[in-house]
């Protein structure tokens, strides 16, 4: 979109539509969903990211963004609470530039439309068809694909990255489960709703067991790779719902 001309919107009418878009009170989350960090009052430029980290506060900085929007904002349950080190630069950089620093994290998960399952749907190609897990937040669908083998390489091409399989490549797939992120702990729950084989972000040791052991395969697609596309989406929808200018930074992550 073009850059509004003027002041900008209002913060704060940003602050509301995002709010009642994404439903943020119907979650339970770990996090404050909205906005954490408060900058300007009007927004011209948004800049949209997975997570911020220093490298995305600096990009923000460097296209004179008001606002930066995010999966993965501050102010997790049971962390650190102190202002120090790497937190208090984050936080100073966004304060010296009066940036707002806003945050969606299970929200942009399970938006039917904008969320990081619906978003990596579409990138895979997948037909949605159910929900399953805590929150709904778990999405079931269906593929073209046969095997374990041709949706790893369906994953490879589109997401950039060769994906960690626990599986046999000629193994037969038909119900598909996933889940973007830190989800790997939803594949009992995947199993139990049907699944021949489940998608994720990450992996731990007793994915593997359990994976073998089921006989329904996982793939770990990243964590950081699967959840690029929910944000970048909600970025482009306030674009067009404010007429304000959007860039989405992709800081790249290897886990």
């Not at 709010?19 to 408060?38: K, S």
């Not at 990009?59 to 963004?65: G, L």
């Not at 793939?219 to 007429?243: I, S």
Request: aromatic share 8%; with cysteine.
């Amino acid at each position: 979109m073009s850059e509004n001309a003027g002041k900008g919107v209002l913060r704060d009418a940003i602050e509301k539509h995002l709010a009642t878009t994404l439903d943020i009170n119907r979650f339970r989350d770990y996090c404050p969903n909205g906005l954490q960090v408060e900058g300007r009052s009007h927004v011209i430029r948004v800049v949209s990211g997975v997570t911020a980290n220093l490298a995305m506060l600096e990009a923000a900085v460097a296209v004179k963004a008001d606002m930066v929007l995010v999966h993965h904002g501050y102010f997790w349950r049971g962390e650190d609470p102190r202002v120090v080190g790497h937190r208090q630069r984050r936080l100073k950089l966004l304060l010296e530039h009066e940036i707002n620093l806003f945050a969606y994290h299970l929200p942009l998960d399970g938006h039917p439309e904008l969320g990081n399952n619906a978003q990596l749907a579409k990138v895979l190609g997948f037909e949605p068809n159910g929900y399953f897990g805590e929150q709904d937040l778990g999405w079931l669908g269906s593929a073209s694909v046969k095997t374990v083998g041709e949706l790893a390489e369906r994953v490879e091409q589109a997401l950039g990255r060769q994906p960690m399989i626990i599986g046999e490549p000629d193994q037969l797939i038909g119900r598909i489960a996933w889940c973007t992120g830190a989800a790997q702990n939803a594949m009992e729950a995947a199993i139990a709703a049907g699944a021949t084989a489940y998608l994720s972000g990450e992996i731990s040791e007793q994915t593997v067991h359990l994976a073998r052991e089921s006989g329904v395969a996982y793939l770990a697609c990243g964590h950081h790779a699967t959840e690029r596309y929910g944000v970048q989406a909600l970025g482009e929808h306030l674009a067009q719902q404010f007429g304000i200018w959007h860039r989405f930074i992709d800081i790249h992550n290897p886990v």
